[in-house]
């Protein structure tokens, strides 16, 4: 069975600093890594997406993840960190027919 | 606009009195799913559907019920709501049924608070 551990519930950081969230999963099979952030009072939304192919995935607003498979992480890492980065983020797996898991979420926030 | 629609938004009610909240999609979407947000457990599946009059358990399933008789609408119903059912609900879909690789368009949650 699917699962997920995001390994920091807070991380404070620094207007311009940069910021890593750190996301481990276990999948006895292949399976789909996202990144969803949300902002409060709204729903999520999507980051950035592992599919098949290249490791490093690039997503919205400056962010990017590395997937590695040896590792069983799925770490999202930002070089520049803006207030507006303030916000909750999930990292999320899933196999091939419709289950998701989500992690317990980290909550960023960026301080001037 | 391409949208996920969850009503009520907000909702106190008591034990026992049976509610629904619905959701609807205008994407012509196949996948749609339910979850529940609980602060240190992040988002939970309660149910999801692959498509019109197919749907399967999520992670958490009890004392909730879904049925999937349109394309677009996926209500969720408590038929015997509890106080530990208290939590914010979130709605979303995607656009295919093999949904594992599709990302998930949220709507913008119910909360529910049962006494």
């Known amino acids: 069975a699917q699962s997920v551990t995001q390994l920091d519930s807070q991380v404070p950081v620094f207007e311009e600093a940069p910021v890593e969230l750190r996301c481990n999963y276990s999948s006895s099979v292949s399976v789909y890594l996202f990144w969803y952030v949300q902002y409060p009072n709204q729903g999520l939304q999507l980051l950035l997406k592992?599919?098949?192919?290249?490791?490093l995935v690039k997503g919205i607003n400056g962010f990017e993840a590395e997937f590695n498979k040896s590792q069983t992480s799925f770490h999202l890492r930002k070089p520049s960190v803006h207030i507006s980065d303030t916000a909750e983020y999930f990292c999320a797996v899933s196999e091939l027919w419709g289950k998701f898991q989500f992690g317990a979420g980290t909550q960023v926030v960026v301080t001037p | 606009e391409a949208q996920v629609t969850q009503n009520p938004r907000y909702l106190i009610t008591v034990t026992g009195k049976k509610l629904t909240v619905t959701c609807s999609q205008n994407m012509n979407h196949e996948y749609m799913s339910w979850y529940r947000q609980d602060p240190g457990l992040g988002l939970r599946q309660i149910y999801y559907s692959m498509n019109v009059e197919v749907t399967d358990k999520g992670d958490v399933p009890e004392g909730y019920k879904v049925s999937r008789k349109e394309k677009r609408n996926f209500p969720l119903i408590l038929e015997s709501p509890s106080p530990n059912q208290t939590s914010l609900y979130f709605c979303a879909s995607s656009l295919r049924s093999r949904a594992g690789d599709q990302p998930q368009h949220f709507g913008d949650g119910t909360r529910l608070s049962i006494l």
């Open positions: 592992y599919l098949s192919g290249s490791t």
